[in-house]
């Protein structure tokens, strides 16, 4: 009895022993940590966005890209649906499902301008530019000066009326090319001169 007995206490020293070289273990790794918390500067390292790279102070583009955008959906969407409702008066009402539908899309376009124009951005660096649009979908190019082949500014009528134009870049690779809307004319311009003149002294080595 005595023996089963000795037995008995040591599997319990046994455990006891495990468990608190499992707890001292825990306690290390907690140190340990904590160590290298201080070592990173006090604090855990933060998750960088792929869309917002830091030290780059990005430009917006004008809000009266809003309404150019609002207007141009109008003006395409408007005459649409009153041919359907034309249509479904002299045919079929089952026509008018489809001025609904015409008239929904024109709601959703109006709605999506606000929120999307905001979200344009572009930014000069001393090597490339980056252009950055999008909510749900967000895009980011990175534009090498270096691969620039030529810069145009467009504006149609809408975007003339709002006092608005587009620099379009063209590069080596389509891949690469990318657009800004919704810029004054001065600032268009100004960009346009500013990237060819950087485009032409990357191609020249300088």
């Known amino acids: 009895m005595d023996h089963e007995a000795g037995r008995g206490a040591g599997r319990g020293a046994e455990r006891e022993a495990g468990r608190e070289a499992g707890r001292e273990a825990g306690r ?3 140190r340990e940590a904590g160590r290298e ?3 990173e500067g006090g604090a855990p390292r933060a998750a960088v966005d792929p869309f917002d790279p830091p030290g780059v102070t990005w430009r917006r583009v ?3 890209l809003v309404a150019s955008q609002r207007t141009a959906n109008t003006l395409t969407s408007a005459p649409l649906v009153l041919v359907l409702l ?3 008066a002299l045919l079929t009402w089952w026509i008018a ?5 015409v008239a929904a899309l024109w709601a959703w376009g109006w709605w999506l301008s606000g929120r999307q124009v905001p979200a344009w951005g572009y930014a000069e660096r001393d090597e490339d530019l980056l252009v ?3 909510l749900l979908f967000r895009s980011l190019v990175v534009v090498p000066y270096g691969r620039l082949q030529y810069v145009d500014v467009e504006a149609g009528p809408v975007d003339r009326r709002f006092g608005l134009a587009k620099v379009q870049l063209h590069t080596a690779s389509p891949d690469t090319d ?3 809307p919704g810029l ?9 001169d500013r990237l060819a003149e950087r485009g032409q002294a990357r191609l020249a080595g300088l």
């Open 28 to 30: 290390e790794a907690g």
């Open 37 to 39: 918390v201080e070592r």
């Open 62 to 64: 004008s809000p009266r």
């Open 86 to 88: 034309v249509l479904a």
């Open 97 to 101: 499902l489809g001025a609904a539908a």
């Open 132 to 134: 950055r649009h999008g």
């Open 178 to 180: 990318a657009a800004v």
């Open 184 to 192: 004054p004319p001065e600032e268009a311009a100004r960009l346009r």
